[in-house]
Structures are given as C-alpha cells and as structure tokens.
C-alpha cells in the first residue's frame, strides 16, 4: 500500500537531490573536517559551502550559522545562553503555544531555578496580543522567545514586529522558525531577531542536524563545552552528512520555495475546502489570514481525532491528531487549548500538513474517502463529554 504522507510538519523526506549529495561523504570522503591533513581538509570545505547555503537562505552571514543536532538543540542553547549572558535578569517571555523544545524547557526553568516566565496567550484564532506582550516586557526580561510558525496550526506570527519591540527594550529576541524556514521568506539582516533555529528534517533533510543563528555581536556562551569546533560555539565533531544535507536542502529551498509555495497551498486550499464542505460540524483552527502554505488544521466536531488518525492509516493516509495521550485520557493539544477550541471539536482535530512530493491525486484520494470515515465514526459512537478511559495507544504529541 502506497503511504499518503501529510504529515510534513512532523517530519519530512529527504530530497533525492540531497541524498545523493551527501553519499560520498559516507563513502570515500569520511575525513574529518578539523583535520590538518587534506583528506579531512576537503570535507571543511564542502561545510563551509554548506553554512554559507543556510546562511543565504535567511539572509545572515556565515559565520552568523552554528551547526547543531536538532531543532531542540538549538532552541535550549539560545535561552541558555541569553539566561548566561545576563545572570542578573530573571523574566522570560514566551509563548503558549510554543513546541516543546522551547515550552517544556521555561517551564522547567521556572520550576527548578526559579525563573519567572510570562506566557503569551492566544485569541480563538491562535493570534498573539501585541499590547499583552509590549506590556510583559519589565526591565528584568533577558530574552523573548517567540515561534515564527505554530507546527499545530501553521499560523504566522509577527516576528519582525515582535523582535523590534525586544530590541527597542533591550531585550535578546530568540525566534523557533522550525517550521517557518524554507516555507516563509526571511531576511536576516533587515530584522531585529537575534537568534533563530531551524531543523534540518523539517525542510528535507534528514534528522539529527539544526541550526542556530547568532547575530554578530551578540553575547553568545555555548551549551556545549570541549573542542574547538563551531568557532568554540558548539563541541563535538561535525556530523559532517547531516550538515551538507541541510546545505543542500537550503541551497533547493532558496531557489524553489516561491513556486512550491503556490503549488502546496493550492493543494492544502483543495483539501481543506474538500473537507469542509463534504463534512458537516467541521471546521479550520489557526489563522487563515496568516498561515504556512502548507498546513491545514481541521476540528471534526463530536469525534476522536485518534480514531480517525487509525481509519485513515487503514488507507496509508498519514497525519497527526491534535489531542495527546497523557495518563490514561485523551488531553487536548495544549495550542488549541490555549486558542479555547470547544473540547468537542478540539478531541477531533486533526493536522493534515503537506509537501512539494504531494500530489493532486493524494488529495482527492482523500477528499473522497475522509468523509464517509467521519460519518460512520459518528454514527459508531457518539462523542460524550462525559466518556472516560477513550481508548489510548500510548503516550505522544505533536511534534
Ligand atoms: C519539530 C520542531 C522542533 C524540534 O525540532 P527537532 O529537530 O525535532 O528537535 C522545534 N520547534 C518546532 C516548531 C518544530 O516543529
């Protein structure tokens, strides 16, 4: 059975293009770049072009990039290191609908060292309040932290306009543009954000490669301590296929995003009109003003987004439901929860996040076969409120 994958928020493929690229450097070219020899030698150089791919991508310089594992990694070194660079100020500003990587790491730092951390909410549409945040902002803030795209929802935030603010305060801006690069056009150098991280899985490469953006100047203490790579910002050596794919995912990203945006949203607007109107009591979470090409999040009102993750995965159709499986019940993502979608149509929500591989045959494959899924779940079992223990596979969220 072929997979429908739409699930792109969560993880992409590798572009054949960069699979083949990075090969050699498997093979034959396995030196190591910090080598004085010309074997390792030659593989510093293939890096260096990748750093100036990704750096030409967002519009910084080079040496502006440091290569690390994962989107993660990079969101927990730029709050650290802002934290380390000002130990006298306490106060962060993040958001509510954060991913992981940025949330579960303020809470931890307000829990178990005693930061005081202000989180954003959100109108019904998943927009921040400008005034709440201007307001947030005390002379004890070291660092904002602000996604520049929500993963759940695909909604765009006003990052530009959030990190002039910051700068305007004093303030260090730190943006997760996990999901914003190479979907969203940026421009470095004629913005205030301080620091930004991107992953590479998210835009076609493979996993276990980030990047973190550090604006020239800007104090910056390292996460990772001992060798001298990344110019002493990161230790460890480089994983040197991880980093020429992101290079080369970058190096397509810049040149097709514009006419692959027009293409994906295309086919997400079909897709989602073809729901809408085939389904009765559903409806779009996010802001379709302000939204990723690419993503799409739909509440099926009165039934289990879980179970309509497991009918469409009969047909090889692969999403992310927007509810987790937390001790034994079925909780809410904590994005919609923070935008107050009704609890009924928040358990039946469900992402459906696209790619350049999608195809129009994809999407009215399931245009056609989503709806009589959702009419037989409701006819199945009618949703109560009151239903306890719904059935669980295990613990997840979305990533
Ligand atoms: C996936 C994701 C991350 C985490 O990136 P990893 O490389 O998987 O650690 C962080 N933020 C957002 C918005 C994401 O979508």
Redesign the pocket.
Known sequence: MKTIYLDN???TQVDPAVFEAIKPYFTELYGNPSSMHRFGGQVGVTIKEARSSVAKLLNCDSDEIIFTS????S?NTAIRSALNSRPDKRHIITTAV??P??LSFCKFLEKKENYEVTYLGTDERGRLDLDEYRKAISPDTAIVSV?W???ETGNIHPIEEMAQIARDNGVIFHT?A??AVGKVSIDLKSSAVDML?L????LHAP?GV?ALYVRKGLMFRPLLIGGHQERSRRAGTENTTGIIALGKACELAAKNMETENTVVSRLRDKLEAGLLAAIPDSKVNGDPENRLPNTTNISFGYVEGEAILLMMDQLGIAASSGSACTSGSLEPSHVLKAMSVPFTFAHGSIRFSLSRFNTEEEIDFVIENLPPIIENLRKMSPFSAEKEGLACTGPGSM?
């Open positions: 928020n969560a993880t994962c989107g993660s990694e969101d954060e991913h990587a940025v996604m795209a929500n993963n997760d996990v999901q991280s992953s590479g899985h998210k996993k980030g990533q």
